[in-house]
């Protein structure tokens, strides 16, 4: 029989030192829906968090929920890896009807493993076999996943550390505004392309987040991204875009290149892609680049069939027509007045924000503010967490189905968390 020391937690005495939410939110949560998650205590939380961007649709949302609940009532296929199966075939049904064709998007749905790691390897594993060349190039800031290859495309310092092996054959650029406008747009990575003597492999591919969430809420603007296809374009390398946390609606538009008009050749997704937190994701890719040998690429979760329900779910219920990405575009004014009246109000804090949709990030001259302020807000019921390489940017991730109300709330516990910091 193994037993607890008195005054600690079976989490302090089995869990591995490596967890990391829990040490910031101290409490044992018990259940959640829409926007709220409430400790074994009772207390309500308003969750601004929303599971890293795997709950879009918010906690346990009902229709997701029952058709969940008659999957498994009627002892639908749970596992299943890649065999075909009527989950898997509603889902792409769907998935091509409601997403992919209005958009006029031509990609083929590859299902790695169930992470948004997964789908990174994939897709960089396939722009190496397709190019046949090895170097990739990622931006500043970056965050891609936490497996080896995924590494080698994050920016993160700390992060970078924890692979223990050299991580290579990946060559970082400026993200847009690195350098705060003083340089035009890629005049470095161009020069480095046209140098024989730059010692500059010819990249198979460049990664990129629209919107860095990990890296500081960084957003970039449509004319860069469009700047960075054309370049692709021109220098036959192959354009990824990293759309695991920003994707399914965090900025609006489905996709979040839509804004800027461009059609990447290979689009990772994951997250909120399932719509109730179940493992999924997806690596898209023009056909010419489906060169595929069968099982080539594998694992053995790669078919989560109930992810597949919720999935269908969510897009029949919320990407049939536009009112959701209204409804976010909505709330996100919302906030982008709010932190705009904040920073004004705090204005000896050299507080800045910036932000699409519903990703908003609010960063202050003192660094080390931004964990008071996600400390305090949790203190008065609210979830938020840090982003950047040191931490400094309180970044807000509230589901997309946040009612006004909550929002409202939500905003004024942050208000008040950073007077109580000020």
């Given at each position: 029989m193994t037993t607890t020391a008195p005054g600690r937690t079976v989490f302090d005495a089995v869990e591995s030192e490596v967890r990391s939410y829990c040490r910031a939110w101290p409490v044992v949560f018990d259940r959640a829906e829409g926007s709220r998650i409430h400790d074994e205590q009772g207390r309500t939380y308003l969750d601004f968090f929303a599971g890293a961007g795997s709950l879009n649709y918010g906690h346990n949302n009902p229709v997701l929920k029952r058709a969940l609940l008659d999957y498994i009532g009627r002892n639908g296929i749970t596992h299943a890896l890649d065999m075909s199966t009527t989950a898997k075939r509603a889902f792409l049904e769907t998935f091509h009807s409601a997403v992919l064709e209005p958009r006029g998007l031509p990609y083929k749905v590859m299902f790695p493993g169930p992470t948004g790691t997964n789908a990174v390897e994939a897709a960089l594993k396939l722009a190496r076999k397709a190019k046949g060349r090895e170097a990739v190039v990622s931006f500043t800031n970056a965050f891609h996943g936490m497996s080896l290859g995924s590494l080698a495309v994050t920016g993160n310092a700390f992060k970078r550390a924890g692979a223990g092996i050299p991580l290579v054959h990946t060559t970082p650029m400026p993200f847009d505004?690195?350098?705060?406008?003083?340089?035009?747009?890629?005049?470095?990575?161009?020069?480095?392309?046209?140098d024989q003597g730059s010692g500059f492999n010819h990249p198979a591919a460049v990664i990129v987040e629209t919107v860095q969430g990990e890296g500081g809420v960084n957003v970039a603007r449509a004319e860069w991204l469009r700047g960075l296809a054309d370049l692709c374009r021109r220098r036959d390398m192959l354009l990824i875009v990293d759309d695991v946390q920003m994707g399914c609606g965090r900025t609006g538009g489905f996709f979040s290149f839509e804004e800027a008009g461009i059609v990447p050749d290979i689009v990772t997704v994951s997250k909120s892609i399932s719509g109730y937190g179940l493992p999924m994701a997806l690596c898209l890719f023009k056909p010419e680049l489906d060169l595929w040998e069968p099982g080539e690429h594998n694992g053995t979760f790669r078919g989560n069939n109930p992810a597949f329900v919720t999935?269908?779910?969510?897009?029949?219920?919320?990407?049939?027509?536009?009112?959701?990405?209204?409804?976010?575009?909505?709330?996100?004014?919302?906030?982008?007045?709010?932190?705009?009246?904040?920073?004004?109000?705090?204005?000896?804090?050299g507080a800045t924000y910036r932000g699409r949709g519903l990703v908003w990030g609010l960063e202050f001259t003192h660094k080390?503010?931004?964990?008071?302020?996600?400390?305090?807000?949790?203190?008065?019921?609210?979830?938020?967490?840090?982003?950047?390489?040191?931490?400094?940017?309180?970044?807000?991730?509230?589901?997309?189905?946040?009612t006004a109300s909550e929002l409202d709330e939500g905003l004024g516990i942050l208000a008040r968390a950073v007077r109580d910091t000020a």
């Open positions: 505004n690195y350098l705060n406008g003083r340089v035009p747009d890629f005049l470095w990575f161009e020069r480095l392309l046209e999935a269908t779910a969510a897009l029949e219920t919320y990407w049939r027509d536009g009112a959701l990405r209204e409804h976010t575009l909505v709330n996100g004014g919302r906030i982008e007045r709010s932190l705009r009246e904040l920073c004004a109000e705090h204005g000896r804090l080390e503010r931004a964990a008071a302020v996600c400390r305090k807000a949790f203190e008065h019921g609210l979830l938020i967490e840090t982003s950047g390489p040191q931490d400094e940017v309180v970044k807000l991730l509230p589901p997309l189905t946040v």
